[in-house]
Protein backbone atom coordinates (compact mmCIF):
# COMPACT_ATOMS: atom_id res chain seq x y z
CA UNK A 1 0.00 0.00 0.00
CA UNK A 2 2.61 2.36 1.07
CA UNK A 3 4.47 1.80 -1.81
CA UNK A 4 1.85 2.08 -4.77
CA UNK A 5 0.98 5.34 -2.85
CA UNK A 6 4.65 6.47 -3.24
CA UNK A 7 4.58 5.39 -7.11
CA UNK A 8 1.82 8.03 -7.52
CA UNK A 9 2.88 10.91 -5.52
CA UNK A 10 5.73 10.21 -8.12
CA UNK A 11 3.77 10.04 -11.22
CA UNK A 12 2.19 13.44 -10.18
CA UNK A 13 5.25 15.45 -9.25
CA UNK A 14 6.71 14.78 -13.15
CA UNK A 15 3.82 15.44 -14.30
CA UNK A 16 3.85 18.94 -12.65
CA UNK A 17 6.55 19.37 -13.47
CA UNK A 18 6.27 18.63 -17.15
CA UNK A 19 3.37 21.22 -17.48
CA UNK A 20 5.27 23.86 -15.39
CA UNK A 21 8.29 23.17 -18.67
CA UNK A 22 5.52 23.36 -21.21
CA UNK A 23 3.92 26.91 -19.75
CA UNK A 24 7.31 28.81 -19.51
CA UNK A 25 8.43 27.41 -22.96
CA UNK A 26 5.25 28.90 -24.29
CA UNK A 27 5.18 32.07 -22.91
CA UNK A 28 8.14 33.14 -24.94
CA UNK A 29 5.97 32.63 -28.16
CA UNK A 30 3.13 34.05 -26.90
CA UNK A 31 4.49 37.49 -26.65
CA UNK A 32 5.96 36.58 -30.11
CA UNK A 33 2.55 38.00 -31.98
CA UNK A 34 1.93 40.94 -30.59
CA UNK A 35 5.57 42.22 -31.50
CA UNK A 36 5.36 41.40 -34.75
CA UNK A 37 1.86 42.80 -34.91
CA UNK A 38 2.96 45.70 -33.79
CA UNK A 39 5.89 46.17 -36.08
CA UNK A 40 3.49 45.23 -38.69
CA UNK A 41 1.13 47.88 -37.95
CA UNK A 42 4.21 50.36 -38.28
CA UNK A 43 5.10 48.98 -41.44
CA UNK A 44 1.45 49.62 -42.84
CA UNK A 45 1.72 53.44 -42.12
CA UNK A 46 4.95 54.43 -42.80
CA UNK A 47 5.59 53.09 -46.01
CA UNK A 48 2.93 54.70 -47.98
CA UNK A 49 3.73 58.20 -46.63
CA UNK A 50 7.61 57.99 -47.84
CA UNK A 51 6.67 56.34 -51.31
CA UNK A 52 4.03 58.82 -52.10
CA UNK A 53 4.48 60.07 -55.69
CA UNK A 54 5.31 63.40 -56.14
CA UNK A 55 3.35 65.60 -58.42
CA UNK A 56 4.18 67.03 -61.10
CA UNK A 57 3.71 70.79 -61.46
CA UNK A 58 3.79 70.24 -65.82
CA UNK A 59 1.20 67.92 -65.39
CA UNK A 60 -1.13 68.89 -62.85
CA UNK A 61 -4.33 70.25 -63.87
CA UNK A 62 -6.22 73.32 -62.98
CA UNK A 63 -9.99 74.11 -62.58
CA UNK A 64 -11.05 76.67 -64.89
CA UNK A 65 -14.33 77.06 -66.30
CA UNK A 66 -15.55 77.68 -70.14
CA UNK A 67 -16.11 81.10 -71.06
CA UNK A 68 -16.66 83.94 -74.00
CA UNK A 69 -15.26 87.54 -75.26
CA UNK A 70 -18.35 88.67 -75.25
CA UNK A 71 -21.04 88.51 -72.50
CA UNK A 72 -22.14 91.54 -71.32
CA UNK A 73 -25.09 92.85 -69.42
CA UNK A 74 -27.30 95.72 -71.11
CA UNK A 75 -27.80 99.34 -68.52
CA UNK A 76 -30.40 101.68 -69.75
CA UNK A 77 -28.96 105.07 -70.23
CA UNK A 78 -31.90 107.36 -68.81
CA UNK A 79 -35.41 107.05 -66.15
CA UNK A 80 -38.19 105.50 -67.55
CA UNK A 81 -40.92 103.18 -67.74
CA UNK A 82 -40.68 99.90 -69.46
CA UNK A 83 -43.36 99.24 -71.55
CA UNK A 84 -42.69 95.77 -73.70
CA UNK A 85 -40.21 93.23 -73.59
CA UNK A 86 -39.10 92.64 -76.31
CA UNK A 87 -36.48 89.47 -76.14
CA UNK A 88 -36.96 87.14 -73.63
CA UNK A 89 -34.64 85.01 -71.81
CA UNK A 90 -33.48 81.96 -74.12
CA UNK A 91 -33.83 84.67 -77.24
CA UNK A 92 -31.73 84.61 -80.00
CA UNK A 93 -30.46 88.57 -81.01
CA UNK A 94 -28.96 90.18 -83.13
CA UNK A 95 -26.57 92.86 -82.86
CA UNK A 96 -29.26 96.08 -82.32
CA UNK A 97 -32.33 93.84 -82.14
CA UNK A 98 -34.57 95.76 -79.36
CA UNK A 99 -34.85 94.21 -76.28
CA UNK A 100 -37.13 96.37 -74.80
CA UNK A 101 -38.64 99.47 -74.98
CA UNK A 102 -39.21 102.78 -72.40
CA UNK A 103 -42.33 105.35 -72.46
CA UNK A 104 -41.00 107.59 -74.67
CA UNK A 105 -44.45 109.66 -75.33
CA UNK A 106 -43.02 112.89 -74.05
CA UNK A 107 -40.13 113.08 -76.20
CA UNK A 108 -42.29 112.25 -79.15
CA UNK A 109 -44.25 115.55 -78.41
CA UNK A 110 -41.30 117.64 -77.78
CA UNK A 111 -40.08 116.63 -80.89
CA UNK A 112 -43.01 117.76 -82.70
CA UNK A 113 -42.11 121.44 -81.33
CA UNK A 114 -38.81 121.17 -82.17
CA UNK A 115 -39.66 120.72 -85.30
CA UNK A 116 -42.14 123.47 -85.50
CA UNK A 117 -39.40 125.58 -84.10
CA UNK A 118 -37.30 124.52 -87.02
CA UNK A 119 -39.87 125.23 -89.35
CA UNK A 120 -40.37 129.20 -88.04
CA UNK A 121 -36.56 129.39 -87.66
CA UNK A 122 -36.30 128.57 -91.43
CA UNK A 123 -39.28 130.77 -92.84
CA UNK A 124 -37.84 134.10 -91.01
CA UNK A 125 -34.43 133.29 -92.62
CA UNK A 126 -36.22 133.24 -95.96
CA UNK A 127 -38.07 136.41 -95.17
CA UNK A 128 -34.39 137.91 -93.92
CA UNK A 129 -32.76 136.70 -96.60
CA UNK A 130 -35.13 138.72 -99.48
CA UNK A 131 -35.19 141.55 -97.00
CA UNK A 132 -31.16 141.92 -97.27
CA UNK A 133 -31.59 141.70 -101.23
CA UNK A 134 -33.96 145.05 -101.04
CA UNK A 135 -31.80 146.64 -98.22
CA UNK A 136 -28.95 146.00 -100.33
CA UNK A 137 -30.17 147.22 -103.57
CA UNK A 138 -31.44 150.02 -101.57
CA UNK A 139 -27.33 150.60 -100.75
CA UNK A 140 -26.38 150.52 -104.55
CA UNK A 141 -28.99 153.25 -105.50
CA UNK A 142 -27.55 155.46 -102.35
CA UNK A 143 -24.04 155.48 -103.24
CA UNK A 144 -24.73 155.82 -106.93
CA UNK A 145 -27.33 158.92 -106.29
CA UNK A 146 -24.40 159.76 -103.67
CA UNK A 147 -22.03 159.85 -106.38
CA UNK A 148 -24.32 162.16 -108.27
CA UNK A 149 -24.84 164.80 -106.07
CA UNK A 150 -28.19 163.93 -105.28
CA UNK A 151 -28.22 161.84 -102.06
CA UNK A 152 -26.59 163.39 -98.78
CA UNK A 153 -23.85 161.51 -96.31
CA UNK A 154 -26.88 160.89 -94.07
CA UNK A 155 -29.11 158.87 -96.60
CA UNK A 156 -26.19 156.75 -97.53
CA UNK A 157 -25.28 156.22 -94.06
CA UNK A 158 -29.12 154.93 -93.10
CA UNK A 159 -29.01 152.40 -96.14
CA UNK A 160 -25.85 151.05 -95.09
CA UNK A 161 -26.91 150.70 -91.49
CA UNK A 162 -29.64 149.12 -92.71
CA UNK A 163 -28.34 146.33 -94.89
CA UNK A 164 -26.09 145.34 -92.47
CA UNK A 165 -29.07 145.04 -89.68
CA UNK A 166 -30.98 143.02 -92.55
CA UNK A 167 -27.72 140.71 -92.49
CA UNK A 168 -27.14 140.54 -89.07
CA UNK A 169 -30.98 139.26 -88.60
CA UNK A 170 -30.68 136.38 -91.08
CA UNK A 171 -27.44 135.11 -89.15
CA UNK A 172 -29.84 135.07 -86.15
CA UNK A 173 -32.43 133.21 -87.43
CA UNK A 174 -29.46 130.79 -89.44
CA UNK A 175 -28.51 130.03 -85.59
CA UNK A 176 -31.89 129.32 -84.63
CA UNK A 177 -31.96 127.08 -87.41
CA UNK A 178 -28.76 125.17 -86.43
CA UNK A 179 -30.29 125.46 -82.83
CA UNK A 180 -33.23 123.83 -83.36
CA UNK A 181 -31.66 121.10 -85.65
CA UNK A 182 -29.55 120.26 -82.51
CA UNK A 183 -32.62 120.09 -80.62
CA UNK A 184 -34.51 117.80 -82.46
CA UNK A 185 -30.88 115.50 -82.90
CA UNK A 186 -30.98 115.36 -79.25
CA UNK A 187 -34.90 114.51 -78.28
CA UNK A 188 -34.10 111.56 -81.15
CA UNK A 189 -31.35 110.59 -78.87
CA UNK A 190 -33.06 110.40 -76.17
CA UNK A 191 -35.77 108.45 -77.92
CA UNK A 192 -33.08 105.89 -79.41
CA UNK A 193 -32.48 105.56 -75.74
CA UNK A 194 -35.51 104.38 -75.03
CA UNK A 195 -35.03 101.22 -77.13
CA UNK A 196 -32.96 98.44 -74.98
CA UNK A 197 -30.43 96.97 -77.98
CA UNK A 198 -28.60 94.08 -77.91
CA UNK A 199 -24.72 95.56 -78.57
CA UNK A 200 -23.52 91.93 -80.61
CA UNK A 201 -25.58 89.13 -81.63
CA UNK A 202 -26.05 86.18 -79.35
CA UNK A 203 -28.25 85.03 -76.93
CA UNK A 204 -30.54 86.64 -74.00
CA UNK A 205 -29.14 84.85 -70.66
CA UNK A 206 -30.49 86.76 -68.19
CA UNK A 207 -33.59 89.67 -67.69
CA UNK A 208 -33.50 91.48 -64.61
CA UNK A 209 -36.71 93.89 -65.37
CA UNK A 210 -40.31 93.28 -65.98
CA UNK A 211 -42.97 95.00 -67.97
CA UNK A 212 -44.43 98.09 -66.11
CA UNK A 213 -41.01 98.40 -64.04
CA UNK A 214 -39.66 101.79 -63.19
CA UNK A 215 -36.32 102.01 -63.75
CA UNK A 216 -33.10 104.50 -63.54
CA UNK A 217 -30.09 105.14 -65.64
CA UNK A 218 -27.48 102.77 -65.41
CA UNK A 219 -30.09 99.70 -64.16
CA UNK A 220 -29.04 96.68 -65.37
CA UNK A 221 -32.28 95.10 -67.72
CA UNK A 222 -30.74 91.80 -69.83
CA UNK A 223 -27.51 89.86 -70.18
CA UNK A 224 -26.64 89.13 -73.16
CA UNK A 225 -23.87 86.58 -74.16
CA UNK A 226 -22.23 84.50 -77.25
CA UNK A 227 -21.77 80.84 -77.29
CA UNK A 228 -19.09 80.57 -79.57
CA UNK A 229 -16.30 80.86 -79.85
CA UNK A 230 -15.72 79.07 -76.27
CA UNK A 231 -12.23 80.09 -74.44
CA UNK A 232 -10.59 79.15 -71.46
CA UNK A 233 -8.60 81.01 -69.15
CA UNK A 234 -6.16 80.02 -66.50
CA UNK A 235 -3.04 80.90 -64.73
CA UNK A 236 0.90 79.53 -65.33
CA UNK A 237 3.25 79.33 -62.73
CA UNK A 238 6.52 81.76 -63.68
CA UNK A 239 8.27 78.68 -62.17
CA UNK A 240 6.99 76.19 -64.61
CA UNK A 241 9.06 77.17 -66.94
CA UNK A 242 9.90 78.70 -70.64
CA UNK A 243 6.56 80.44 -71.52
CA UNK A 244 4.35 78.69 -74.07
CA UNK A 245 3.69 80.66 -77.61
CA UNK A 246 0.73 81.96 -79.32
CA UNK A 247 -1.41 79.07 -80.99
CA UNK A 248 0.67 76.49 -78.74
CA UNK A 249 -2.19 73.33 -78.30
CA UNK A 250 -3.61 72.93 -74.49
CA UNK A 251 -5.64 69.84 -73.48
CA UNK A 252 -8.38 69.87 -70.87
CA UNK A 253 -11.41 67.86 -70.34
CA UNK A 254 -15.02 68.44 -68.34
CA UNK A 255 -15.27 67.80 -64.75
CA UNK A 256 -18.19 66.49 -65.17
CA UNK A 257 -17.02 63.63 -68.23
CA UNK A 258 -13.32 63.59 -67.30
CA UNK A 259 -13.22 61.07 -70.20
CA UNK A 260 -13.75 63.71 -72.94
CA UNK A 261 -11.10 65.28 -73.98
CA UNK A 262 -11.07 68.73 -75.56
CA UNK A 263 -8.80 70.70 -77.22
CA UNK A 264 -7.30 74.47 -77.46
CA UNK A 265 -4.99 77.00 -78.77
CA UNK A 266 -3.73 79.78 -76.39
CA UNK A 267 -4.53 82.89 -77.97
CA UNK A 268 -3.87 85.44 -75.16
CA UNK A 269 -0.48 85.98 -73.18
CA UNK A 270 -0.24 88.40 -70.38
CA UNK A 271 2.96 90.14 -70.49
CA UNK A 272 3.02 90.99 -66.37
CA UNK A 273 3.35 88.35 -63.62
CA UNK A 274 0.54 88.66 -60.86
CA UNK A 275 2.64 89.20 -57.90
CA UNK A 276 0.07 87.78 -55.19
CA UNK A 277 -0.10 84.48 -57.39
CA UNK A 278 3.60 84.61 -59.16
CA UNK A 279 2.28 83.63 -62.16
CA UNK A 280 0.80 84.77 -65.91
CA UNK A 281 -2.54 84.97 -67.13
CA UNK A 282 -3.29 82.66 -70.52
CA UNK A 283 -6.51 82.29 -72.74
CA UNK A 284 -6.71 79.60 -74.96
CA UNK A 285 -9.61 79.06 -77.45
CA UNK A 286 -11.18 75.53 -78.12
CA UNK A 287 -11.22 74.15 -81.40
CA UNK A 288 -12.22 71.18 -82.80
CA UNK A 289 -15.45 69.63 -83.82
CA UNK A 290 -18.78 68.39 -81.50
CA UNK A 291 -18.28 72.07 -79.58
CA UNK A 292 -22.06 72.84 -79.98
CA UNK A 293 -23.44 71.32 -76.74
CA UNK A 294 -20.37 73.14 -74.76
CA UNK A 295 -21.70 76.43 -72.73
CA UNK A 296 -20.14 79.34 -71.11
CA UNK A 297 -19.31 78.81 -67.59
CA UNK A 298 -19.20 74.24 -67.38
CA UNK A 299 -16.24 74.14 -65.46
CA UNK A 300 -13.14 71.83 -67.17
CA UNK A 301 -9.85 70.65 -65.67
CA UNK A 302 -6.80 72.19 -67.53
CA UNK A 303 -3.28 70.58 -68.56
CA UNK A 304 -0.77 73.09 -67.95
CA UNK A 305 0.63 73.78 -71.39
CA UNK A 306 4.50 72.69 -72.07
CA UNK A 307 7.24 75.05 -72.25
CA UNK A 308 7.69 76.95 -75.53
CA UNK A 309 10.03 73.76 -76.98
CA UNK A 310 7.47 71.47 -77.22
CA UNK A 311 4.84 74.57 -78.53
CA UNK A 312 7.19 74.87 -81.40
CA UNK A 313 7.76 70.64 -82.17
CA UNK A 314 3.96 70.88 -82.96
Known amino acids: MKRGASLLFAAALISGLAGCGSSSAVAPDATKPTAMSHSSSEANVVPPVEAAPTANPENAGVLSVLSVEHQVDVSTDRDGLIVSIVHDQGSNVKAGDVLAKLDDRTLQVEVIKARDDLQVA ?18 QRQKQLRDLGLSSQADLDNADFEAKAAEYDMHGYEAL ?138
Open 122 to 139: QNNVKYKEAELKAKTAAL
Open 177 to 314: VESSNAEIRRLEIEIEKTSLRAPFSGVVVGRYVREGQEISKGDKCFRVSQLAPLQVQFQVPESAGRRPIHGAPVKLALVSDPSRALSARIVKISPVIDPASDSYNVTAELSGKNLSDLRPGMAVRVALPSSSRTAQQQ
